[in-house]
C-alpha cells in the first residue's frame, strides 16, 4: 500500500519560512514525478511546484509562478522523499498544501489529474 505524509505546516508570520517534507513508502519514486500542490478555502487545488526524473541522475524542477524565487522544491531519493522550503511566505500562500506522487515521468506536472498518489495535505497558515 503506497502513502504519502507530509510534515512541517503550521502558523507563521508574514515573511516568515516554512520546510515542508514528504515521506513516500510502498513503493519508489525515483524514476517518476513527486509535486507539491496547495488548495485555499473556497479555490480549486493549485499547482506549487514539482521534480521530475529525465534521465539518470538528471531532474526537472517546475515552480508555479506564484512561487518562484520564494520556494524551492527538492528530492531524496535514498529516502523516497520530497521537500519544499518556503520563504518569504504571503498571507495569500495560507493553504492546504498537498504532496503528490507519480511513478512515471509525466508529460504535465501542473495537471492533479495525472499524480496517482496523494497525501492527506498540511495546513500552512500565514499571518499578516
Known amino acids: 500500500q503506497v502513502q504519502l505524509v507530509e510534515s512541517g505546516g503550521g502558523l507563521v508570520q508574514a515573511g516568515g519560512s516554512l520546510r515542508l517534507s514528504c515521506a513516500a513508502s510502498g513503493r519508489a519514486f525515483s524514476s517518476g514525478t513527486m509535486g507539491w500542490f496547495r488548495q485555499a478555502p473556497g479555490k480549486e487545488r493549485e499547482f506549487a511546484a514539482a521534480i521530475r526524473w529525465s534521465s539518470p541522475g538528471i531532474y526537472y524542477i517546475y515552480h508555479a509562478d506564484s512561487v518562484r524565487g520564494r520556494f524551492t522544491i527538492s528530492r531524496d531519493n535514498a529516502k523516497n522523499a520530497t521537500y519544499l522550503q518556503m520563504n518569504s511566505l504571503k498571507p495569500e500562500d495560507t493553504a492546504v498544501y498537498y504532496c503528490?506522487?507519480?511513478?512515471?515521468?509525466?508529460?504535465?506536472?501542473?495537471?492533479?489529474?495525472?499524480?496517482?498518489?496523494w497525501g492527506q495535505g498540511t495546513q500552512v497558515t500565514v499571518s499578516s
Open positions: 503528490a506522487a507519480a511513478s512515471l515521468r509525466i508529460d504535465n506536472v501542473r495537471s492533479t489529474e495525472l499524480y496517482e498518489y
